[in-house]
């Protein structure tokens, strides 16, 4: 048997098993359950026992000053807010992560929402997503409180201190309940919601770009979940899948990571995981082609790619033909004979 169809077997044999172990550790959707958690800000805790990092699904809460005095700092955002916010941004097309006064306000409420606890569960999604980009545990933190489970993740959104985030796609478990959350919340005009809070001043701006982005990603799932011509990079085991289709035409969906043309072949990144990405690759006799894409269009949202796959020193990468190879709304394969 030729060496390379050797590797291609154990790297299907070691997809699958990744795959099926992260749908069936841990008893399935749940991670554990713990009795201490140290609340850095609003959504990062650390939890005693927790062998890894956790990011929090469907909240995005502010940022707080975390070195340093932290009441002055504090303090001085609040002088000058919302200009520090404004002036930090600059001429960002898309609204930005910064230290906040209401950053603080809610790390406060959180560390006191979490002494009240008696322990708390980690509990996932869906069983195929289990880490993000990071390696983080993706999780919803319910909290065990006089015998009462109250989902921490929900509970942010109906105070006010965090909207309901869809930025990397919708709840599957909870969705109707953040949705409510998020109506009730502005309704009683809570936190981000109250004008007088000293909050991020755009939320307009940015849930109009969660939504797309999450609207995208639905529009994937509902489309071309089932065929395995698509590959979401970003999610578990499909870098891996994506490596086996190698000679293959296939479309891949996810997010633009780093453009590199300092020097040929010119390089453009689609994510997937912390320094594990897949190239689009453009050589020299390509420079009209790479000129032609608008990617400026595509910053901060989900394109699809189509491409043939080509392997090289192990790690997939896309040969594309057309400018029309890359897009914002789904590219049709012709159907498999």
Known sequence: MPHRHISRVVLLVLCTLFIVAARAGDGGLIIGTYRTVTVVDGDTFKIEGLGRSIRFLCI???ETPKRGDVSALVEELRRQWPGIYTRERGESAFPIKHDSPFGYETAMWAKQWFAEADSVRLERDV????????????????????GRAVNFNVECVRLGYSPYSVKYGPSTRFNDAFVAAQKEAQAARRGIWNAKSACYPDYTERLAWWGQRGAAIGEFDRRFADDPRYFFLGRDGEYERLALAS????????????????????LVELMHKNKLSCNMVFFETMQPLFAAIPWTTFAQRFVYVRGKVKVYDGKPELVIESAKDISLTPIVLAKAR
């Open 60 to 62: 995005d809460t502010e």
């Open 127 to 146: 069983t195929s997503q289990v880490y993000d980009y990071y390696g983080r545990y993706l999780a919803y933190i319910i909290a065990f409180k006089k």
């Open 247 to 266: 000679s293959q035409t296939v479309v891949a969906f996810g997010a633009l990571g780093a453009i590199r043309q300092a020097r040929f072949p010119y």
